[in-house]
């Protein structure tokens, strides 16, 4: 729960950031959503393109204006924020979300998908369905899953080749018991963080490095500080597009049906525009000089897993949700 004055100050904040959403649209209902990444980034364009089709099909009544960059906070604030209705949309990493929601922790566990297209199948299916249900109870609406690439370790201190090379090393992670639990299984240690400041806090040695995938090293300019980036991808995380409830109550159910189905529409228009932007990434990164260590034995990192699953797979519905996964073909 948010304090008072916190609440406040942001009922303030949203309703001076609606005025000028809606002096910006013509239509009659400005929905804000917030996201932490830049202009241009996938996620931010994805949404752009849903309120694109939104607008369309409501002949301009309903449109969506994007604060991107963090413009309304960080993703732990904001998640408070959307749930109270001070603001409408948001896209978040399902990391965020694991202390309040117990479906998103399998998703978010290291090695649960094989491949990025087998993440995409279960997401795409029932299974995923059955995770955006689950964000209801907590006045949220899911309205689809976005991709947040293969994670992968980076540092400013030595390239790290095995799983004995992170021992002791401090790594940002996201503020998620489980994103800790499993940088601590490997040996090193979790530092959780806002994203806002890991580039200030490995440049100044308060941690050693991070992870992430490809394009958030990049658009962040963690690779300037960071100069080992190591492919052992333990997570690839699916990032969540959801709704106020309270907003999302407001709307007809004409209108509602409209926006799921935007949402869905903007996945593999997000896809096309993640692929391009990873080859990018990659590209620039490696053209100014980070050390790019891949083909490590990935065998030691998922053994090392055990207790990160025994600790936060308790219940029955998780357990069977890890293995309906796994059984996806």
Do not use: C
Not at 113 to 121: C, G, I, L, P, T
Not at 167 to 177: I, T, Y
Not at 194 to 213: C, F, L, M, R
Not at 229 to 256: A, C, F, G, R
Request: aromatic residues 8%; negative net charge; hydrophobic residues 40%.
């Amino acid at each position: 729960m948010v304090g008072l004055k916190t609440l406040k100050k942001a009922l303030i904040s949203g309703a001076a950031l609606a005025v000028l959403s809606i002096s910006a649209h013509a239509a009659d209902l400005v929905l804000r959503s917030s996201d932490t990444h830049p202009d241009g980034y996938p996620t931010v364009e994805a949404v752009k393109y849903m309120g694109k089709l939104v607008e369309e099909r409501t002949d301009g009544r309903i449109g969506i204006e994007v604060f991107h960059s963090a413009q309304l906070g960080e993703e732990k604030d904001t998640i408070e924020q959307t749930r109270f209705g001070v603001i409408d949309m948001n896209r978040v990493s399902l990391g965020p979300f694991n202390n309040l929601i117990e479906e998103t922790r399998v998703p978010s566990l290291p090695y649960i998908f094989r491949s990025v297209e087998h993440m995409h199948k279960v997401m795409d299916g029932e299974i995923g369905q059955d995770i955006l249900d689950a964000f209801e109870e907590h006045g949220l609406i899911g309205l689809a899953f976005y991709d947040g690439g293969a994670r992968s370790f980076y540092n400013s201190k030595k390239p790290i080749t095995s799983k004995e090379d992170l021992a002791g090393m401090k790594f940002r992670v996201m503020q998620s018991d489980l994103f800790v639990d499993m940088v601590d299984a490997l040996g090193a240690n979790a530092t959780p963080m806002p994203y806002g400041e890991v580039y200030s806090s490995i440049q100044t040695g308060v941690i050693d490095g991070a992870e992430n995938n490809w394009p958030s090293f990049e658009s962040s300019g963690h690779f300037e500080v960071a100069g080992y980036y190591t492919l052992d991808e333990h997570l690839i995380v699916p990032e969540v597009l959801v709704i106020s409830k309270t907003s999302w109550d407001k709307l007809s159910p004409e209108d509602q049906e409209i926006l799921r189905q935007a949402a869905k529409e903007s996945v593999p228009y997000m896809r096309k525009l993640w692929a391009e932007r990873e080859a990018a990434s990659e590209a620039k990164v490696r053209e100014a000089g980070v050390e790019i260590i891949s083909g490590i034995d990935k065998t030691p990192f998922i053994e090392a897993m055990g207790p990160v699953y025994e600790k936060h797979v308790t219940s029955d519905k998780l357990k069977d949700l890890v293995e309906r996964i796994r059984a996806v073909e």
